[in-house]
Each structure stands twice: as structure tokens, then as C-alpha cells.
């Protein structure tokens, strides 16, 4: 029985260790992507970033995943912008 209650409570634990690395705080995202806490906001108000997801009354953090397909898709583009520049050659 004890066992049981002690597989259950590691196993909520791991839920929690997952659900944490899918939020990420500003300073995270600031650290991750080398840009300051007011770009990060700027480009969210020019709809160019992901919005935060509200945590509490006063916190906020991002999605993991949409913070990582908006890294690909600058990547993506930047690719392709490169890829345009150098047939132009």
C-alpha cells in the first residue's frame, strides 16, 4: 500500500516537472532568445511574438512550444531570405 501511495506521488511529481518546462517566465524567454524584456513586449504588442498566458493576478509566462515554433519560423525565414539573396548573385 505505502508503495502504491509513494509511485503515485513520484508520478505527480514528474506531471508537475513536465508542466513547469512548458511555461516559461520573462526572464527565461529574455535569457533563451538574447533580447530585452521590452522587445519581448514589443513585438507581442505588434502581434510578432506569442502572448503570455496568465498565470496569477500578477505573472505571466510563455507556451514553450510557441516560443520554439516562432524561433523555427525565424529561422525559416531567415533561410529563405538567404537562399533568395544568394540566387540573386
Known sequence: MHSLWAYEKFCFQLDLLEYQKLILRIKDVCTALGL???????????GDFPAPVKLSRRAVGWNEAQIHHWVNTRNNAADTYRHECDKNK
Open 36 to 46: 530585452s524584456r521590452s522587445t519581448v513586449y514589443r513585438l507581442v504588442e505588434a
